[in-house]
């Protein structure tokens, strides 16, 4: 995820804030805490670590330098262009993986204006993130497709298995033109110039309109989750 502010960009929309709370209600008040199944297998609680900390790290990394390829050095300024993990991984995103099964790393800042190509330079940003998740994906489902991951046993498989998902996950999901997901950055590229000048409007309206889709109602989530399925199945053969 790029940040999602007009002019310098970055920092966590207030806006997002608000939908973290409201979905944390939702979830303790219908007693779903995600991590259940990881809880019973310690394997998969540590899988799901290791596939969210790389899709993560990834994801932003790759919206750092892309930016920078183009022109835009504040990520690189602000100690984003790094694999580090630390400088990506954002605590409350972290806690809400533990108990949700729903994260999200630090949103990387970039700057429009310096960028090379204007809004189709920020929506070749953006789609950095989601495209590494799937080359991710793609490469660690290679042992499974073709049968190596039995080699060192059925965890390290578990394991693959985990990043294969999440990251096919994760790339999906922020696919979604709807703010503050970097299809919406995708999105601001193309549209009229009229549109895009009042576009921090339908920033602010972003974050509801997701809780709206996929917390309120269970068809986008399950739509995405289907998704998700099949194009994991595809990537390690099943």
């Given at each position: 995820m790029i940040g999602a502010q007009r002019g310098g960009f970055g920092g966590f929309p207030q806006g997002m804030i608000i939908l973290i709370a409201l979905f944390a209600l939702l979830q303790l008040a219908n007693g779903r805490l995600g991590i259940q199944q990881e809880l019973s297998n310690p394997v998969a609680l540590i899988a799901l670590g290791i596939a969210f900390v790389i899709a993560v790290t990834f994801h932003e990394f790759m919206h750092a330098y892309v930016a920078g390829r183009l022109g835009d050095a504040t990520a690189r300024l602000m100690g984003r262009l790094t694999l580090n993990p630390?400088?990506?991984?954002?605590?409350?995103?972290?806690?809400?993986?533990?108990?949700?099964?729903?994260?999200?790393?630090?949103?990387?800042?970039?700057?429009?204006?310096?960028?090379?190509?204007?809004?189709?330079?920020?929506?070749?940003?953006?789609?950095?993130?989601?495209?590494?998740?799937?080359?991710?994906?793609?490469?660690?489902?290679?042992?499974?497709?073709?049968?190596?991951?039995?080699?060192?046993?059925?965890?390290?498989?578990?394991?693959?298995?985990?990043?294969?998902?999440?990251?096919?996950?994760?790339?999906?999901?922020?696919?979604?033109?709807?703010?503050?997901?970097?299809?919406?950055?995708?999105?601001?590229?193309?549209?009229?110039?009229?549109?895009?000048?009042?576009?921090?409007?339908?920033?602010?309206?972003?974050?509801?309109?997701?809780?709206?889709i996929f917390w309120a109602t269970p068809v986008a989530g399950v739509v995405l989750g289907t998704l998700t399925n099949r194009i994991a199945s595809f990537l390690i053969g099943a």
């Open positions: 630390l400088a990506h991984l954002d605590p409350l995103g972290t806690a809400f993986l533990i108990l949700f099964r729903f994260g999200w790393g630090k949103p990387v800042p970039v700057n429009y204006s310096r960028l090379q190509g204007g809004r189709r330079g920020g929506a070749a940003v953006a789609f950095a993130g989601p495209a590494t998740n799937f080359v991710i994906a793609a490469i660690f489902a290679l042992p499974l497709r073709f049968g190596a991951g039995s080699i060192f046993g059925p965890d390290y498989e578990l394991i693959l298995g985990y990043i294969v998902y999440f990251n096919v996950l994760l790339g999906l999901f922020n696919l979604v033109p709807i703010p503050p997901l970097d299809g919406s950055n995708i999105l601001y590229a193309f549209v009229p110039p009229r549109l895009a000048w009042n576009w921090a409007q339908f920033q602010q309206l972003g974050p509801f309109l997701l809780l709206l």
